[in-house]
T-cell receptor, first 113, second 117 residues
Framework: GNSVTQMEGPVTLSEEAFLTINCTYT??????LFWYVQYPGEGLQLLLK?????DKGSNKGFEATYRKETTSFHLEKGSVQVSDSAVYFC????????????FGQGTTLQVKP | EAGVTQFPSHSVIEKGQTVTLRCDPI?????LYWYRRVMGKEIKFLLH????????ESGMPNNRFLAERTGGTYSTLKVQPAELEDSGVYFC???????????????FGEGSRLTVL
């Protein structure tokens, strides 16, 4: 069945460091891929998405490229800020048009000043 | 426009008691979903409503969980009787057909944290 695997956290970085959170997936067909973020005390928010191979999603300085050949959707940011501290979830949606999402286990990011 | 709202934000109950969680989706969203995150693990799908009908309830863990969506508006998720392993964060999400078919994107609420002692 479909699945998503994220790198385990927590990830602790200093401000302005480079961030990579790895995400790989297993799916039949051509799923849409997402990164959702949960800031402390808040709900899940969509950070970025990509709907087909080689698409690059980007938002708030974060980027992720849909790599079909490596079945990956790694999240990157060139210079993190303290305000980026949150839990990041990689997810996929299959193309059965149900909207059912498969999530990874989440990666906690802590950015220190 | 109001987002997805959930109530209560946090509930603490004893094993064997009953809890009812409520979700108000974004107005006009026919699709409503319940998800759960237990013990810091992955967020898992519970069920999917289209209007008032259950489209997919394959993720419901057992018959202690009952979800309803009267009139196709708000939804409730009742746990009766609650067990220790039911502790976690319950997320509600909604979306429109056209958005789902194009991208699969869902809009989530802040979640209801359930603690069973």
């Amino acid at each position: 069945g479909n699945s998503v695997t994220q790198m385990e956290g927590p990830v602790t970085l200093s401000e302005e460091a480079f961030l990579t959170i790895n995400c790989t997936y297993t799916a039949t067909g051509y799923p849409s891929l997402f990164w959702y973020v949960q800031y402390p005390g808040e709900g899940l928010q969509l950070l970025l998405k990509a709907t087909k191979a080689d698409d690059k999603g980007s938002n708030k300085g974060f980027e992720a490229t849909y790599r079909k050949e490596t079945t990956s959707f790694h999240l990157e940011k060139g210079s993190v800020q303290v305000s980026d501290s949150a839990v990041y979830f990689c997810a996929l949606s299959d193309r059965s048009n149900t909207g059912k999402l498969i999530f990874g286990q989440g990666t906690t990011l802590q950015v220190k000043p | 426009e109001a987002g997805v709202t959930q109530f209560p934000s946090h509930s603490v109950i004893e094993k064997g008691q009953t809890v009812t969680l409520r979700c108000d989706p974004i107005s006009g969203h026919d699709n409503l979903y319940w998800y759960r995150r237990v013990m810091g693990k992955e967020i898992k799908f519970l069920l999917h409503f289209v209007k008032e009908s259950k489209q997919d309830e394959s993720g419901m863990p057992n018959n202690r969980f009952l979800a309803e969506r009267t009139g196709g508006t708000y939804s409730t998720l009742k746990v009766q009787p609650a067990e220790l392993e039911d502790s976690g964060v319950y997320f509600c999400a909604s979306s429109q057909d056209v958005v789902i078919q194009r991208t699969g994107e869902l809009f989530f609420g802040e979640g209801s944290r359930l603690t069973v002692l």
